[in-house]
């Protein structure tokens, strides 16, 4: 009897399709899509496109028997009545075809599901943190790694991501930051779109991509003291200039989905955001694809005190221009009764619907519902050896050097007794990091294991002190070892002997990521003072640090030598870090965000405004009327676009064809970069401008331009930079892109610190 009506259904909707004045066959894919969705949404019911609307997580072993009572029941009839459009976080090829099947083979009309999943930086095999891997400022190594995870995903039944995370943050308390790419809309663009073609490649329907989502539109990276799921109150110009750049590079990057925020945007939650939505995004932008609800965002509308009842909340976000309702399970138990008062009109539901829709024909569901439940595929993608040496590629490039004062690094490979000390050292489940999806705990290469692999030297392991104690969970509170240094003499009678003391020390995998917002980010627990006690004994210390936000570590800075930003660099992290540190790969990373002296600067970001007392009167510097503390300098202490290499860079002749353009016209610029030192090395040769007078003030430094570059021993290299109207406008307060005649500074370097600087007039 199902299946006899299927038959019906899909003959009905192939006839509907083909009696429309356009044919199939002569329209291009998307009018075809078109025709196809246009057809299905005039047979499906008001219920059922609602129920397109319509997101619950996984349920229950859906591979086992079907559940009985509470919550789980009622998704299961909901499936089977066609009141499902997606799922999140089922996974496996198994998994996801059982879930398929019941609305394939039960449901009416038998509309596949979406099937979403964070996956946020790979499947099983994990590339470095998101924030870890802006640090290569290698697109093409990120585009792989999100290939690499799409690839894996899409062969474990899933065929959508909630990635990439595109928030720009200039607040490291703020435990997400680990997910975007840092503090900067340039870069956080061009990340954003080699995200974007990474997880949905040339063609969505091919078996090996899927559908990306831009997140958390707008502003989450700018929760009030970054404290998880706070307010943001920002400015139109920070929201213009700093905030949607990402998101529009994404959205002209074709991504296919967006995802609400959670917090409010000066007053109205961004669930429920109209001018973000309908204006700006559906308007403006003339985005196509669907928006999704952050978790239960919907349901939060009401807590923020902006709606009354979960009634209202679906009408203000359905009406604002929210699409699909993760598990608020308000959509499916308000909106029809909305509908038929007339507050909301059924076009809203039809445009949601038809988004939805089109997606799921683009990623081919339409022709296979089970296209992505291939076991046999799953068996040989996920977990395959190529993917592993591509997250090792993109971990060893997301290093940063921070400090390399005596040259300790790169480490000698023979005739060395060096100390490794840290727990984190034989950390295995760290460098996961805290959205590790398919990758079984313990499963990371650590900092131990990978330094094994160079036998030339002695290697002594100790642990010196735990970072947290107790069992560690993703949705549990870490608790931080504060108290046992029992296993500090060890680690000091280590150092003492050693020739090199490589100490690996940060946060544990669960200190960062959703929900873990910290109030002092320094090293945590006894981590400081083990340091402090090893360096009595032996001063010839590499900092290996690992961790998911920028720290304060003052203390380190000032007195030990050598400093590697490692983070939590995934699967591979241990060959990579050891690869580094043996000079195997020459590190090549900068920082995607400004590192503090002390929480008290934050936010501290390297594109600030002047003010209008920027210096000291050096006429009398004992007056206090200018911008600063008075007991911590203006400076970070790492700025934004920082790293070193083992090798040196030059950088000299800095040129521009001309000094006074006209608004069309391009404006070149050309660098003269050489190797000066003993190493072949790869360097992020930054471009950033400064915009002297603007209606509404631009920042002291702005990047608009990088390119990594690799140079031998001695070589000298001719870098060029075009640019033009687009690079060098603003937005105004009112959202319009414009460019403003005047005078311009250009800075290229090594960093944002850099001070080789030209100029011209725009006329
Ligand atoms: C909440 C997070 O904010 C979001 O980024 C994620 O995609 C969803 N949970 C689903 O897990």
């Not at 924030?131 to 400022?137: M, P």
Request: proline letters at 3%.
């Amino acid at each position: 009897m199902i299946r006899k009506f299927k038959v019906y259904t899909i003959v009905l909707i192939i006839f509907m399709a083909c009696s429309d004045n356009r044919t199939v066959a002569n329209s291009s894919k998307e009018d075809a899509i078109n025709v196809k969705v246009d057809s299905l949404i005039r047979i499906m019911t008001l219920k059922e496109k609602i129920g397109q609307m319509n997101q619950y997580n996984g349920f229950w072993d859906v591979t086992g028997p079907v559940p009985n009572g509470g919550d789980a029941e009622i998704k299961y009839e909901h499936l089977k009545n066609g009141l499902v459009g997606s799922m999140l976080s089922v996974r496996g090829a198994e998994a996801v075809r059982a879930v398929q099947k019941i609305v394939v083979e039960e449901s009416r009309l038998g509309i596949p599901l979406i099937i979403g999943f964070d996956v946020i930086h790979g499947y099983k095999t994990l590339s470095p943190i998101p924030l870890a891997e802006a640090a290569s400022w290698d697109l093409e190594a990120i585009e792989t790694s999100a290939q690499v995870a799409a690839a894996e995903a899409s062969a474990a039944g899933i065929n959508w991501t909630f990635a990439p995370m595109v928030d720009i943050s200039r607040d490291p308390r703020w435990g997400r930051v680990m997910e975007g790419a840092g503090e900067d809309p340039f870069l956080g663009s061009k990340i954003a779109k080699a995200r974007v073609k990474g997880f949905q490649g040339e063609d969505l329907s091919a078996v090996n991509t899927i559908a990306a989502c831009a997140k958390h539109f707008a502003a989450y990276g700018f929760s009030e003291a970054g404290k998880e799921y706070n307010t943001v109150d920002i400015g139109t110009s920070t929201l213009y200039n700093t905030v949607l750049p990402p998101f529009k590079a994404a959205v002209d990057a074709d991504v296919k989905t967006l995802m609400n925020a959670f917090n409010e945007l000066n007053g109205v939650p961004a669930t429920a955001n109209k001018f973000l939505l309908r204006d700006i995004l559906k308007g403006k932008w003339g985005f196509n694809g669907f928006v999704i609800s952050d978790w239960a965002s919907i349901k939060e509308i009401s807590l923020w005190g902006h709606t009354k009842d979960e009634k209202d909340a679906a009408k203000v976000a359905a009406i604002a221009g929210t699409d699909m309702d993760m598990e608020s399970h308000i959509y499916v138990s308000q909106l029809e009764e909305l509908v038929k008062e007339g507050i909301v009109k059924e076009d809203i539901i039809d445009d949601a619907v038809r988004r939805i829709l089109t997606v799921k024909f683009e990623l081919g569901l339409f022709d296979d519902p089970y296209k992505y439940c291939d076991e046999v595929r799953e068996k040989e993608v996920v977990n395959n050896k190529s993917h592993h040496e591509a997250v090792l590629d993109v971990a060893k490039k997301s290093i940063v050097l921070l400090k390399n004062e005596n040259q300790l690094l790169p480490l000698k490979k023979e005739g060395q007794k060096i100390a490794l000390i840290g727990a984190l050292a034989s950390d295995k489940n760290s460098p996961l990091g805290s959205w590790r999806i398919a990758s079984k705990d313990n499963t990371g290469v650590s900092v131990l294991e990978g330094m094994q692999n160079y036998k030339g030297n002695t290697l002594i392991y100790k642990k010196g002190a735990d970072v947290s104690v107790g069992e560690t969970h993703f949705v549990n509170e870490l608790t931080i070892n504060e108290t046992d240094k029992s296993e500090f003499d060890e680690a000091v009678e280590a150092a003492k002997n050693a020739d090199v003391v490589v100490m690996v020390l940060g946060e544990h995998g669960f200190q960062s990521g959703e929900a873990r917002s910290r109030t002092e980010i320094d090293l945590p627990g006894v981590q400081q003072e083990l340091l402090e006690e090893v360096y009595k004994v032996n001063k010839n210390i590499v900092l290996v640090l690992n961790n998911g936000r920028p720290l304060t570590i003052n203390w380190a800075d000032k007195h030990i030598p050598t400093i590697v930003e490692a983070w939590q660099l995934g699967t591979q992290s241990g060959n990579a870090i050891a690869q580094v540190l043996y000079g195997d790969y020459n590190p090549s990373g900068k920082l995607p965000m400004t590192f503090p002296r002390n929480v008290g600067q934050i936010p501290i970001y390297y594109n600030y405004k002047n003010t209008g007392r920027p210096v000291a009167d050096k006429t009398n510097p004992n007056l206090v009327f200018w911008s600063h503390y008075s007991d911590v300098e203006n400076t970070p202490l790492y700025p934004f676009g920082h790293g070193l290499s083992y090798t040196t860079f030059k950088y000299s002749n800095l040129k521009l064809n001309k000094t006074s353009f006209k608004m069309d016209e391009e404006v070149q610029v050309s660098v003269d970069v050489t190797n000066t030192g003993e190493f072949k090395g790869k360097e992020v040769v930054q471009l950033y401008i400064r915009d002297l007078v603007a209606s509404t003030t631009r920042p002291v430094k702005e990047l608009k331009g990088f390119e990594l570059i690799e140079f031998e021993v001695g070589e000298t290299k001719t870098i060029k930079f075009t640019l033009n109207k687009e690079i060098l406008g603003f937005y105004d307060n009112e959202g319009n892109f414009i460019i403003e005649s005047g005078d311009f500074v250009v800075f290229v370097g090594g960093s944002s610190y850099t001070s080789l600087h030209t100029s011209f007039v725009l006329n």
